[in-house]
């Protein structure tokens, strides 16, 4: 299921976008969930903020589009992001939030729908990207964290923590990322297509932040050292080889 957060002022607004994106076909209406608000307030304090896509009305009454552009991104920096208008042309700050796309209000059907089904596709990519969705230690939200954003996975108690870098750990440098998950079900996620191999029973290590391997041992490129256990250190260097010797084919 995609799900699509629409916040604009103008309730038949929100219906025509809806008529759009369904109307480009790139993703069955059946697989589309569509949630409507009509202010920054009222999404931000909505129950569940794991969208796929967020098209957002730069002009909307008392918290700009902008604003809670922003705000949203500190909660999940994974949603697709579309700005709307009918008069604010694109500014420089607004690459901040991260948005993907402008739509202008005057655009014809067509010029919508094209534009519209980019977007989708867009929506459609990053959605086939593996991910899991994380707590932090200092808030009640959850963040999505996907591959990228992650040197490795380790066991703790009954779930697991993310170990991250990249913007998530700019986000969050302090934090930690827990995951209510044990490792053998997320090892489902990302796993050796997502470039991702065992070198212990206690953690899975993305092999794409690997900057030294030896026999026993690997290096990240945060400077972590971690074991290889002697039951995992045939199967992990037949990973990091086929992994390394992709990369190079590629």
């Known amino acids: 299921m995609y799900k699509i957060a629409i916040c604009d002022n103008n309730k038949n607004y929100i219906e025509f976008l809806k008529k759009i994106i369904i109307d480009t076909g790139v993703i069955s209406k059946d697989k589309l969930l569509f949630c409507d608000f009509n202010s920054g307030d009222q999404l931000l304090c909505s129950q569940s903020l794991d969208f796929d896509l967020v098209i957002m009305d730069l002009k909307l009454k008392k918290m700009g589009g902008f604003e809670t552009a ?20 694109p500014e420089i700050d607004h690459f901040k939030a991260g ?10 059907n067509d010029q919508m729908v094209r534009e ?14 593996p991910y899991v969705l994380c707590k932090y230690s200092s808030g009640k939200d959850q963040i999505k964290v996907s591959a990228d954003d992650i040197l490795y996975i380790a066991i703790r108690n009954n779930a697991s923590e993310v170990f991250a870098c990249g913007k998530i750990k700019e986000q969050f440098p302090y934090e930690t990322l827990r995951v209510n998950m044990r490792l053998n079900e997320i090892s489902q996620i990302f796993n050796e297509e997502a470039g991702f191999a065992r070198a212990h029973n206690s953690y899975i290590i993305n092999m794409a932040y690997i900057t030294v391997i030896n026999s026993d041992s690997v290096k990240l490129v945060d400077e972590t050292m971690l074991p290889i256990s ?5 199967e992990f260097h037949q990973a990091f080889a086929k992994f390394s010797g992709a990369k190079y084919r590629a």
């Open 70 to 89: 922003m705000k949203l991104r500190k909660i999940d920096r994974n949603f697709v992001l579309v700005f709307c208008s009918g008069v604010v042309r």
């Open 99 to 108: 948005v993907y796309r402008y739509l202008l209000k005057n655009f014809t």
């Open 116 to 129: 519209m089904a980019e977007v989708m596709k867009e929506v459609k990519r990053t959605k086939e990207i």
């Open 230 to 234: 002697r039951s995992k250190s045939k």
